[in-house]
């Protein structure tokens, strides 16, 4: 079977994965495809600690081999979008519908794959570049059969975490301010989470100008290569902002560029050990800065819900597919990828 493992100093394609049968409460599933997320790459890098030798990716699409005992959503033949989140569905914080809370739901790799009879860790709990994978029940969502895998694929993460983070997170409201630093995959899905929601204004910022085309395309009615605009459109300030890069530099002007009442979401990814600073005497006017994890999402229901978003027309899901790859150019995928020339890259099987 073909995969993408990283070994702690490399990535390598290989063609003799090993994967067990799904055990109680487990789905295999056959990838049909997987998108490239910058998660994957910050594990290459190590900007995110993960115990290796593991098959990476998390964002993809297939359709069920077989199910273990126990598992009645989906059956083989069905077409899944995975989620990264291994929820368990019985403590309290499940309980409450905040399945991102669970202490089950990370920092428990589990190890279904095998190489040469040595064991592989799963990348959060999905491994999506793989032929076949096995997850857990609670991560494949069932999907209509008439939406290409290719997008699909993308549901599972950079949708979830973006138009989460807007619509359970932050809770924009019809008539908000907006601001997005960053349109990669994941601000690209803040900035359509906010057409959904009702901005009214809906500002794009990036250092590539190239890509102001596609942010207009996903929703935003104004583009910026700097900050240092901001404040000609939203004299006040923005009521939301949005850090979809992982730089403390811009962690900070997100906090600075803040309205009133105005709340700061961090999503982007920066090294572990990163710090960032804010002038404590500004907060004193209501103002926010929320963690963001994986879009506060319930996938069960979220999946569901942007998967008939996207067929209704009013969620772009092929907009973001810029390129596909068969998984043996995983390096150039994650060269294009790296260098900003897509906005993700799908690998097919």
Known sequence: MRGVIFDGKQTEVVDDLELRDPGPGEVRVAISAAGLCHSDLSVVDGTIPFPV????????????????????????????????????????????????????????????????????????????????????????????????????????????????????????????????????????????????????????????????????????????TSTDGVKDILPTGAQHAFECVGRVELIRQAVDLLDRHGQAILLGVPPATAEASFLVSSMYLDKSILGCRYGSSRPQRDIALYAELYREGRLLLDELVTATYPVEDFEKAAEDAHAGKVARAVLTF
């Open 53 to 224: 030798p593991v098959v990476l990716g998390h964002e993809g699409a297939g359709v069920v081999e077989a199910v273990g005992a126990g598992v009645t959503h989906v059956e083989p033949g069905d077409h899944v979008a995975l989620s990264t989140l291994a929820n368990c569905g019985t403590c309290a914080e499940c309980d409450r519908g905040r399945p991102t809370m669970c202490r089950k739901a990370i920092g428990m790799p589990r190890r279904p794959f095998a190489r040469a009879g040595q064991p592989l860790y799963q990348f959060a709990s999905n491994s999506a570049f793989a032929e076949h994978t096995v997850v857990k029940a609670v991560q494949a969502v069932r999907i209509p059969k008439d939406i290409p895998l290719t997008s699909a694929a993308l549901i599972g993460c950079g949708v979830l975490t973006g138009v989460g983070a807007v619509l359970n997170r932050a809770r924009v409201d019809r008539g908000d301010t907006v601001l997005v630093i960053g349109t990669g995959g994941i601000g690209l899905n803040v900035i359509q989470g906010a057409r959904l929601a009702g901005a009214l204004r809906i500002v794009a910022v990036d250092s590539n100008p190239a890509k102001e085309a596609v942010a207009r395309q996903f929703g935003a009615t104004h583009f910026l």
